[in-house]
């Protein structure tokens, strides 16, 4: 009997810890936005603030639906901001296994202070990666027969926020919480014959989640976070993904269009103006190559004026 005591305690408490660390884990609510429509090849572009903070990963993806069930082919392009500095990666997966080659994206300027223009270009040939209409990133050969053999049932448009570690996106630390990602629009063009053609633009000025649009619910990629329908909505025209405590969900807090609040200097990053596209420039991009000097990257201002036009195919297609 005076050995089972110990015993039972040690059982007790490991079983109160472990609940413990369960509930601290998904204490986080997190966000996704994807397009219910597949779309093969073409030029895939969205203005978007990045979400600040340590720990805090807010992407833009393009994804083969049903890549993380085994035995399928993955196929996978991301831009992905990570870290405590606003950092952009570029990552590319594909295979079964899956291989993958995150790079970072040797770019200058405040990500997730100011809006930028980010595109995706996937033809047969080639993909490439853009931010303000300067070309970061290509991948021929061997990367784009991947995705021309075992994506010709196209990719989504999707984009989430969600707490990382220290293995990727930096360490999270809850306090920074709520934060927000801002997406301004969002335009999709085929590719035909050499050329691409716009198909339709998305500017989220009817207040509401557009039709043939979908909201995430299911954990997030590192499991300390479950994404809710609660944290993705429509503020002032700009769609909004939040990162919250789960007694805070929703974006009741975003203001997509007001100067991000000053940095944590123990956060690091800087402040910016809210609705202003900002200069970003390339710079040398060590072991990966890349330019050997700054370039100036599409160095122009949008200003307070929220551009409304539309393609003449305007509006989603579902």
């Given at each position: 009997?005076?050995?089972?005591?110990?015993?039972?305690?040690?059982?007790?408490?490991?079983?109160?810890?472990?609940?413990?660390?369960?509930?601290?884990?998904?204490?986080?609510?997190?966000?996704?936005?994807?397009?219910?429509?597949?779309?093969?090849?073409?030029?895939?572009?969205?203005?978007?603030?990045?979400?600040?903070?340590?720990?805090?990963?807010?992407?833009?993806?393009?994804?083969?639906?049903?890549?993380?069930?085994?035995?399928?082919?993955?196929?996978?392009?991301?831009?992905?901001?990570?870290?405590?500095?606003?950092?952009?990666?570029?990552?590319?997966?594909?295979?079964?296994?899956?291989?993958?080659?995150?790079?970072?994206?040797?770019?200058?300027?405040?990500?997730?202070?100011?809006?930028?223009?980010?595109?995706?270009?996937?033809?047969?040939?080639?993909i490439a990666w853009f931010v303000d209409d300067m070309e970061i990133r290509r991948e021929t050969g061997e990367v784009a027969t991947a995705f021309s053999d075992n994506a010709s049932s196209g990719m989504q448009i999707r984009f989430n926020i969600?707490?990382?570690?220290?293995?990727?996106?930096?360490?999270?630390?809850?306090?920074?919480?709520?934060?927000?990602?801002?997406?301004?629009?969002?335009?999709?063009?085929?590719?035909?014959?050499?050329?691409?053609?716009?198909?339709?633009?998305?500017?989220?000025?009817?207040?509401?989640?557009?039709?043939?649009?979908?909201?995430?619910?299911?954990?997030?990629?590192?499991?300390?976070?479950?994404?809710?329908?609660?944290?993705?909505?429509?503020?002032?025209?700009?769609?909004?993904?939040?990162?919250?405590?789960?007694?805070?969900?929703?974006?009741?807090?975003?203001?997509?269009?007001?100067?991000?609040?000053?940095?944590?200097?123990?956060?690091?990053?800087?402040?910016?103006?809210?609705?202003?596209?900002?200069?970003?420039?390339?710079?040398?991009?060590g072991a990966h190559g890349g330019a050997s000097a700054s370039l100036l990257l599409g160095a122009f201002v949008l200003g307070?004026?929220?551009?409304?036009?539309?393609?003449?195919?305007?509006?989603?297609?579902?």
């Amino acid at each position: 009997m005076k050995r089972g005591f110990p015993l039972l305690v040690c059982a007790v408490g490991c079983a109160l810890a472990t609940l413990v660390a369960s509930q601290t884990a998904h204490a986080v609510t997190s966000a996704e936005l994807y397009t219910g429509e597949s779309y093969v090849y073409g030029r895939f572009e969205a203005r978007i603030r990045f979400a600040p903070g340590s720990g805090v990963v807010s992407s833009f993806f393009l994804w083969k639906d049903g890549s993380e069930i085994a035995g399928t082919y993955w196929n996978e392009l991301d831009f992905e901001k990570v870290n405590d500095v606003c950092r952009l990666e570029t990552n590319v997966f594909y295979g079964d296994p899956v291989v993958l080659d995150p790079r970072p994206a040797s770019v200058s300027g405040d990500l997730c202070g100011e809006y930028h223009t980010y595109a995706y270009e996937w033809t047969p040939e080639y993909i490439a990666w853009f931010v303000d209409d300067m070309e970061i990133r290509r991948e021929t050969g061997e990367v784009a027969t991947a995705f021309s053999d075992n994506a010709s049932s196209g990719m989504q448009i999707r984009f989430n926020i969600w707490p990382g570690d220290a293995s990727f996106g930096g360490v999270f630390d809850q306090s920074v919480l709520p934060v927000y990602q801002y997406i301004d629009w969002i335009q999709y063009s085929s590719y035909a014959d050499g050329s691409f053609e716009v198909e339709w633009r998305e500017d989220f000025d009817e207040g509401s989640i557009p039709a043939g649009w979908l909201r995430g619910s299911w954990g997030s990629p590192k499991g300390l976070s479950t994404h809710s329908a609660q944290n993705v909505g429509v503020v002032d025209g700009y769609a909004v993904l939040a990162l919250t405590g789960d007694d805070a969900a929703g974006i009741e807090g975003a203001a997509p269009e007001a100067p991000p609040e000053p940095p944590d200097p123990d956060q690091g990053g800087t402040g910016a103006s809210g609705d202003s596209g900002g200069s970003c420039r390339l710079v040398s991009s060590g072991a990966h190559g890349g330019a050997s000097a700054s370039l100036l990257l599409g160095a122009f201002v949008l200003g307070r004026s929220r551009r409304r036009r539309r393609a003449a195919s305007s509006g989603f297609r579902s």
